[in-house]
């Protein structure tokens, strides 16, 4: 007889692997969502009606199995695939896919969700964001470009936006001093024709007031009036080597003193006033007890002083150019093998400022050659230096040409009430490992030195970005600068078949998942990060055709299992009649 049992049974299959049916279709929909991952379902039988429990063995038995009849199919339940999908290059900067087992962070209205699609934009805020919105979840960077662990935040890229400048600490120099070059026997020595008196007629000293200095054409009157007041005394276009100093201005009032012209041709020409020349002069601008006043220059060819009476221009309070009393005559020329160059520096603001250093010979002997330095920069800005001169010393080489003075040059440059961190300190290295500077006999009797390196940058913009492995986000400036400007961070999970779909390619956490391991990228199995890139879809096509032909079957079956049942019944009813 028919049994109404298998109407149920059949029935049963027609809704499991209708239901089966439902995830194969939403799998190959989603073949080529991004990082999308496969769901399958599983059956199991429902309950068995028993018909007898079956017997033991005994003596006359040999014993029975149970028997049973079962009343069809149930759905046990889906398991979702979190293999990782294929990897595929797209060469956006803001697409990051996952190599390992972790998900991206992100953050929708307050509420954390987790996703493995990497389809990441940046917002109006410079924020990275989703596809619909949400903020990706990472570390910042402190005020050095040091990232915040632990401390969770949106991430931001603030491209064009952001700008950095970085301070020079050093200056790496390479090349050669000619061991074999002259040494120096004197300084340049500048002097002004007639000496100076007051107009009582007697010799200025450095502490005489300018204003006292008698005019030559008519020594009873002064040659600053005092009715024109303040004067200018203007030095432009002196040539110290084969350089031109920048001109300069003194302001010439009634308290200004012989002294302070001396200190002002001293600081305008960089002189390192106070050191002995070979010939036993003393450097710097100077007036001796016949108010005679003479500029003696430091050793060195390229420190030579060459000033022409059209140099220097005297100007009254209205601009008018008044007769130059100060005539020169230059009565020694600096010598000595020596070299100089030019290099930038910067500022903690990144403003650049000019540096000279020279380097003379200073003496030979049996453990080598001794180099006398001089640093000097226009761009000092200092109220307690206002000279361009700003540091000298010596330098030892050994019988090989090796620098033997391990110490490097330390410079201090003013940068007073600029904004800028002043004073600017930076060291001048001579030997950097394969950057060195050498004083060997040059054939060509030249010497050469030039900066090959140094760590400082101008204002730079922030331009580019690109995503490491570790999820460090590294940005590239305009002024060739690249900093760490945050990490990208991953979750874990225990169980992560036990995350609940939310939609949009978002998770959220299940009861069964456990709680989420937030960490950056390589640590606790989270994998790494390629940037550039996208994760496909890990849906196997062929499987789930496979899977598609057999559930289809499964349903053609079930359904026939129905068909026949009712034919048995209606024979049945057939019976009757």
Do not use: C
């Not at 559930?551 to 129905?562: P, Q």
Request: hydrophobic share 40%.
């Amino acid at each position: 007889m028919a049994s109404t049992s298998a109407l149920l049974t059949g029935l049963s299959g027609l809704i499991a692997n209708s239901r089966k049916l439902d995830v194969i279709g939403n799998n190959i929909a989603n073949a080529n969502t991004t990082a999308y991952k496969s769901n399958r379902m599983l059956f199991a039988p429902t309950f068995s009606r028993t018909l007898s429990s079956g017997t033991g063995p005994s003596g006359a038995l040999g014993g029975t199995n149970p028997s049973q009849v079962g009343l069809g199919v149930s759905i046990a339940g889906t398991q979702r695939n979190f293999s990782n999908g294929a990897i595929a290059a797209t060469g956006v900067s803001t697409d990051l896919a996952i190599e390992g087992s972790g998900f991206f962070v992100v953050n929708r209205s307050g509420q954390d969700f987790f996703t493995r699609a990497g389809a990441f934009q940046l917002n109006a805020q410079r924020d990275l964001v989703t596809i619909d919105g949400a903020r990706v979840q990472g570390f910042g960077v402190d005020d050095n470009f040091n990232i915040v662990s632990g401390t969770r935040t949106n991430l931001n890229i603030p491209l064009g936006s952001l700008t950095i400048a970085e301070a020079t600490r050093a200056v790496d120099f390479a090349g050669n001093l000619n061991a074999a070059g002259d040494l120096p026997t004197q300084g340049a020595n500048v002097g002004i024709d007639q000496p100076f008196e007051t107009t009582g007629g007697a010799p200025l000293t450095g502490a005489s007031l300018l204003t006292t200095l008698a005019n030559p054409d008519a020594p009873a009157t002064t040659l600053f009036d005092a009715g024109m007041v303040p004067y200018t005394w203007t030095l432009s276009g002196a040539q110290k080597g084969e350089k031109t100093m920048p001109a300069r201005t003194l302001e010439i009032d009634a308290a200004t003193t012989v002294d302070d012209l001396l200190n002002f041709i001293n600081n305008t020409l960089g002189i390192q006033a106070g050191l002995t020349n070979p010939d036993g002069s003393i450097t710097g601008a100077q007036i001796d007890a016949m108010g005679v006043v003479s500029i003696v220059g430091n050793i060195g060819e390229a420190n030579d002083l060459a000033i022409d009476n059209t140099d220097i221009v005297l100007r009254d309070m209205n601009g008018d150019v008044v007769t130059n009393p100060f005539t020169t005559t230059q009565s020694a020329q600096a010598d000595g093998e020596s070299v100089r160059t030019s290099f930038v520096v910067y500022d903690s603001l990144g403003a650049s400022m000019d540096v000279d250093i020279t380097m003379v010979i200073d003496s030979t002997g049996p453990l080598g050659t001794t180099w006398r330095y001089f640093v000097e920069s226009p761009d000092n800005v200092d109220s307690a230096n206002l000279s361009r001169a700003l540091s000298t010393g010596t330098l030892d080489f050994d019988t090989s040409g090796r620098l033997a003075t391990t110490t490097p040059i330390t410079v201090q440059l003013g940068r007073e009430n600029t904004g800028a961190v002043h004073p600017l300190v930076f060291d001048i290295v001579l030997d950097s490992g394969a950057d060195t500077v050498t004083a060997l006999a040059d054939p060509l009797g030249e010497s050469a030195i030039a900066s090959v390196f140094q760590n400082g940058s101008p204002l730079g913009v922030l331009s580019t970005f690109s995503v490491g492995e570790n999820g460090r986000i590294t940005g590239g400036f305009t002024n060739g600068l690249t900093r760490t400007i945050g990490q990208i961070a991953l979750a874990t999970f225990t169980n992560p078949e036990g995350l609940v779909d939310a939609g949009g390619n978002m998770f959220t956490v299940g009861p069964n998942s456990g709680t989420p391991l937030i960490t950056t990228p390589g640590d606790f199995g989270s994998g790494r990060i390629i940037g550039g890139s996208l994760e496909q879809s890990n849906v196997d096509l062929g499987q789930e055709f496979i899977d598609l032909v057999l559930t289809s079957t499964g349903y053609s079956a079930s359904s026939r299992v129905i068909s026949t049942t009712d034919q048995l019944l209606q024979q049945l009813l057939a019976l009757g009649r």
